[in-house]
């Protein structure tokens, strides 16, 4: 069991498209991104003595998680704890990561039913954010692309790798928070649902392409760029609004959300192979 955990990696997670309007019943679509990832390894300082809130977690989910044998963590005659690479608030799924590697470890009933399984790991990954579909644990857990589809079903998707673009993340240096985005969000979703209802619909039709292996519509992602734009304003920090503008103008890069927004990562489609943006660095997703 401990060799196993130690040849293993749980990748942090890229969400292509479906920010947001997941919470109206859109489709959603992510993709591991193994340049961040946690793993178990063989540590003389535990994991309740590495992270201040660990034990916490574990009384949490020795509560709530039928489905793990918490004590497996003081009864392995190894000493392995976790180690996590991923940068906390920016959007990559962090506590995805992190869910993963526990569930991976302690599960006494592992179950390939991906309607079981996302249920399970929404429920570890809760303690960090209040809620949890348990998407961001399953791209981890799986080290695949998953989509979620509109009937709130999860199924695998094949590699994504040639969708007719280049894919980016940009990082904008500001740490994130975006609890209380969602619920904006879904109050302006309520009176202006025509808006919202087409950025959905655009948002699912770009899903289905990567899902179906098809290559990008460009002036789509543009028009979901657009939509994002006028709708999430407050998501995008003020830095970014005027190379957003510039995308929108120009046609030949379109910036997008990744994730909550507000800060963190966000992503770029981008018809020319780039290194930067206008004084970003930008890092290869796709």
């Keep these: 069991m401990v060799d196993r955990l130690l040849s293993r990696r749980y990748p942090a997670k890229v969400l292509l498209f479906g920010e947001y309007s997941v919470l109206i019943g859109g489709q959603a ?30 009384e949490y989910l020795t509560t709530q998680c039928q489905f793990l044998d918490v004590r497996r963590l003081s009864g392995s005659p190894d000493q392995i704890s976790l180690q996590a690479e991923i940068p906390q608030g920016c959007g990559l799924g962090s506590s995805g990561v992190l869910t993963a590697a526990v ?9 390939k039913d991906l309607s079981e399984l996302a249920p399970r790991l929404g429920l570890m990954e809760s303690f960090f954010h209040g809620r949890s579909s ?18 709130g079903s999860y199924g695998r998707a094949n590699e994504i790798h040639d969708i007719g673009c280049n894919v980016y993340l940009l990082d904008s240096g500001v740490l994130r928070s975006g609890k209380e985005f969602i619920q904006t969000f879904l109050g302006q979703a309520a009176l202006d649902p025509e808006s919202y209802g087409g950025y959905k619909s655009l948002s699912n039709v770009l899903v289905q392409s990567i899902r179906d292996k098809l290559q990008l519509n460009f002036d789509d992602v543009v028009q979901l760029s657009e939509f994002q734009y006028e709708l999430f304003r407050p998501m995008i920090i003020p830095e970014l609004q005027a190379p957003w503008q ?20 966000y992503l770029v489609f981008s018809k020319e192979a780039r290194t930067s943006l206008m004084g970003y660095t930008l890092y290869t997703v796709i």
């Design 29 to 58: 679509i992510a993709t591991p991104y193994p340049y961040y990832s946690g793993r178990w390894i063989r540590d003389q300082v535990s994991s309740f003595d590495k992270y201040p809130w660990f034990r916490d977690w574990v």
């Design 134 to 151: 348990g998407l961001d644990p399953m791209v981890s857990f799986l080290n695949t692309p998953v989509v979620k589809h509109s009937d």
């Design 103 to 111: 569930y991976d470890w302690l599960c006494t009933d592992e179950t």
């Design 246 to 265: 510039v995308g929108l103008e120009g046609g030949e890069y379109a910036i997008k959300l990744c994730g909550a927004g507000g800060g963190g990562y």
